[in-house]
């Protein structure tokens, strides 16, 4: 098993910036990919970003890129996700996940993923 916590989430105004951060903990040897969703009210979960953990790739949704970054420290088990440039309609909670498999392509589905945290709530206001 894999346990996740999110942290960093609050408020900023628009244009502002905040960094999140996943701690993984249990058999996080396990990992070979995590990712960020976020969830607004009423819509469906979406993909933000997502790593591969043993080399680093990564991959962002089009909605993010050039604004966001995602991030990890193997050595403190640590995903990162920096908001650059934040909107208001990047406000949702912020979720992340890991995967015990390579997903290459298919790491931008939710259903891959194994392992959730709880969430962290970003708003931005205009």
């Known amino acids: 098993q894999v346990q996740l916590q999110e942290s960093g989430g609050g408020s900023v105004q628009a244009g502002g910036s905040l960094r999140l951060s996943c701690a993984a903990s249990?058999?996080?040897?396990?990992?070979?990919?995590m990712g960020w969703f976020r969830q607004a009210p009423g819509k469906e979960r979406e993909f933000v970003a997502a790593?591969?953990?043993?080399?680093?790739?990564?991959y962002h949704a089009d909605s993010v890129k050039g604004r966001f970054s995602v991030s990890r420290d193997k050595s403190k088990n640590t995903l990162y996700l920096q908001t650059n440039s934040l909107k208001p309609e990047d406000t949702a909670i912020y979720y992340c996940?890991?995967?015990?498999?390579?997903?290459?392509?298919?790491?931008?589905?939710?259903?891959?993923?194994?392992?959730w945290g709880q969430g962290t709530q970003v708003t931005v206001s205009s």
């Open positions: 249990g058999r996080t040897f396990t990992i070979n990919t």
């Open positions: 790593i591969n953990w043993k080399i680093s790739t990564t």
């Open positions: 996940a890991a995967s015990q498999t390579p997903l290459g392509t298919l790491w931008i589905r939710a259903e891959s993923y194994e392992y």
